[in-house]
């Protein structure tokens, strides 16, 4: 099997992963049809990832509506003017921190977005099978691990926080239209993404521009929990090997085999960033401060992505280290996007772009 693709509707495409997985379907996928960006622009939304592909595919290849995945008439109109033949579903409030201090806006879109999207592709498609709706996740929905073990594709579900709640949710959701509707879905559950674009509440986008700015780099408790890290174009290339060759009602899981403690993944950024920006080692190292540890901070996640790899031939290409550098590169070399994200002028660019605030 191999799906070939018209129209892509890519929800939460102004997001960190969208926009990389934006860049990567118009630049580098095997992918000659176009895409539809539907993002309601949160505070994580910023079209300034994409202005440079908004410029030349604009009106031929790439689309975007401002849209809110709640609002199932908005929905239904992007539906019936663009009659996408697959959606891939990145759009979500995805901050743990900010669910634990104000769940509600979590359940509105990780699960009525989510219902709602599928239930307006269930009566556009009615009943087709030469169409797709992949669903993204995270492996925070499966719980905290010991000191051992993986999480598998039938790890039982065991989310801590009202984020991977409500992303279990939208998992329940995704399987159980293929089993009540036979709507054709795939759904991947990845571990902790970092590359360029990632909006600077994040562990090392943050991390990366509090050392330029002078400012302290928080570590959360003893800093020894352990996170599985993988570079953002490696998940999307999975993604995309899963929308192509993937078994519909199947859910695959996508790591980078590459777990670090919090500590020392800072320790070697600190190293990095100071060998490209000149800054000294010993200043970016007395930056570093402990606080106090988040509720329910989930101690390790490991996957384990045998079936991926197994079933659809994909793995890893970006090594730790290159990877790394390659984003802390792109920060240093992209001061626009950093100060504009840092001081909200990226919502006034929008507007002056686009008019769509
Ligand atoms: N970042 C990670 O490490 C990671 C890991 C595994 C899974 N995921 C999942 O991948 C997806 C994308 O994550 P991300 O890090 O790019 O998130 P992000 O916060 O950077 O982007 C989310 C995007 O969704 C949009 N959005 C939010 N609410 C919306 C709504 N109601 N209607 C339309 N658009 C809306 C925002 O404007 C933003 O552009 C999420 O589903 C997340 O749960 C992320």
């Given at each position: 099997m191999n799906r070939r693709f018209q129209t892509i509707l890519v929800t939460g495409g102004a997001g960190f992963i969208g926009s990389n997985f934006i860049h990567f379907l118009l630049e580098k996928a095997d992918f000659q049809g176009r895409i539809v960006n539907l993002d309601t622009l949160t505070y994580a939304g910023n079209l300034e990832?994409?202005?440079?592909?908004?410029?030349?595919?604009?009106?031929?290849?790439?689309?975007?509506?401002?849209?809110?995945?709640?609002?199932?008439?908005?929905?239904?109109?992007?539906?019936?003017?663009?009659?996408?033949?697959?959606?891939?579903?990145?759009?979500?409030?995805?901050?743990?921190?900010?669910?634990?201090?104000?769940?509600?806006?979590?359940?509105?879109?990780?699960?009525?977005?989510?219902?709602?999207?599928?239930?307006?592709?269930?009566?556009?498609?009615?009943?087709?099978?030469?169409?797709?709706?992949?669903?993204?996740?995270?492996?925070?929905?499966?719980?905290?691990?010991?000191?051992?073990?993986?999480?598998?594709?039938?790890?039982p579900y065991d989310p801590r926080s009202p984020y991977s709640a409500s992303k279990a949710?939208?998992?329940?959701?995704?399987?159980?239209?293929?089993?009540?509707?036979?709507?054709?879905?795939?759904?991947?559950?990845?571990?902790?993404?970092?590359?360029?674009?990632?909006?600077?509440?994040?562990?090392?986008?943050?991390?990366?521009?509090?050392?330029?700015?002078?400012?302290?780099?928080?570590?959360?408790?003893?800093?020894?929990n352990i996170r599985d890290w993988i570079y953002v174009e490696d998940h999307n290339a999975a993604v995309w090997e899963i929308m192509k060759r993937g078994e519909a009602g199947r859910s695959y899981n996508i790591g980078g085999e590459n777990e670090w403690e919090n500590i020392r993944l800072l320790d070697r950024l600190v190293e990095i960033v100071a060998e490209e920006s000149g800054k000294p080692l010993s200043q970016l190292r007395s930056q570093i401060t402990y606080v106090k540890d988040r509720p329910g901070h989930d101690r390790r996640y490991a996957i384990d992505c045998s079936r991926i790899k197994n079933e659809l031939g994909w793995k890893q290409s970006v090594d730790f280290d290159d990877g790394l550098r390659k984003t802390v590169r792109w920060y240093l070399s992209n001061p626009l996007w950093t100060e504009h994200v840092r001081s909200g002028e990226y919502l006034n660019w929008m507007d002056r772009n686009y008019a769509v605030r």
């Open positions: 990832s994409l202005a440079e592909l908004a410029v030349k595919f604009k009106g031929t290849r790439y689309f975007f509506e401002k849209a809110d995945i709640c609002d199932r008439a908005a929905v239904e109109r992007i539906f019936a003017s663009f009659a996408p033949d697959a959606v891939i579903h990145l759009a979500a409030e995805s901050h743990v921190d900010r669910s634990i201090l104000g769940p509600e806006a979590f359940i509105k879109t990780n699960v009525m977005g989510t219902f709602t999207l599928l239930d307006v592709a269930r009566n556009a498609w009615k009943g087709r099978h030469d169409v797709l709706f992949h669903h993204i996740s995270t492996d925070e929905v499966f719980g905290s691990l010991g000191d051992s073990g993986y999480f598998t594709e039938s790890t949710s939208s998992d329940h959701l995704a399987l159980a239209y293929y089993h009540t509707y036979g709507l054709p879905i795939t759904l991947s559950n990845c571990s902790n993404n970092y590359g360029p674009f990632q909006f600077p509440e994040k562990l090392i986008p943050l991390m990366i521009m509090n050392m330029i700015e002078g400012k302290s780099l928080p570590v959360y408790g003893d800093g020894k």
